[in-house]
């Protein structure tokens, strides 16, 4: 895997009374391999700002975890079958989020990344919605990698 890879991370948001609107991001990242973990680090910006949010998701086996840093701060942390709680810093305040994992599939290549995540999110320990994320990491030095 290449130190610049292509991150493709996909949300789906279950509501009951909304139609579920995916939301897709596609970026470039940096790539690391450090004590059998994977890194991506990539930088976000802030609507309306000059600001950015730096973001980096440390990817193993049964577990993901998000940190962002920035004018909006978390470490979120989405472990298979556990309940993690973390403090989610903005600049109106800090709001507590709980996460409930469910299965994290990992799945490895030597060009590309795949992980699925179901969850389910609550705000000040209220049950908001649930939740799935894909991640796909796609190696540049790939033989199928394209941007379009």
Not at 64 to 81: N, R, S
Request: hydrophobic share 35%.
């Amino acid at each position: 895997m290449t130190e610049q890879v292509l991150l493709s991370i996909s949300g789906l948001q279950y509501l009951e009374e909304e139609p579920s609107q995916p939301v897709e991001v596609l970026t470039m990242a940096d790539y690391y391999h450090r004590n059998g973990a994977h890194y991506l680090v990539y930088e976000e910006p802030v609507e309306g700002s000059s600001e950015v949010i730096r973001n980096t998701l440390k990817i193993k086996k049964g577990r993901v975890e998000m940190m962002k840093k920035g004018p909006i701060q978390v470490h979120m942390i989405f472990e298979e079958w556990k309940r993690q709680v973390a403090q989610y810093d903005t600049p109106f305040g800090v709001i507590p989020v709980g996460i409930q994992a469910g299965e994290v599939k990992l799945t490895e290549s030597q060009y590309d990344i795949h992980v699925e995540l179901n969850y389910v999110l609550e705000l000040n320990e209220e049950y908001v919605t649930d939740s799935s994320v894909t991640l796909h990491v796609k190696s540049k030095d790939a033989p199928d990698f394209s941007l379009s």
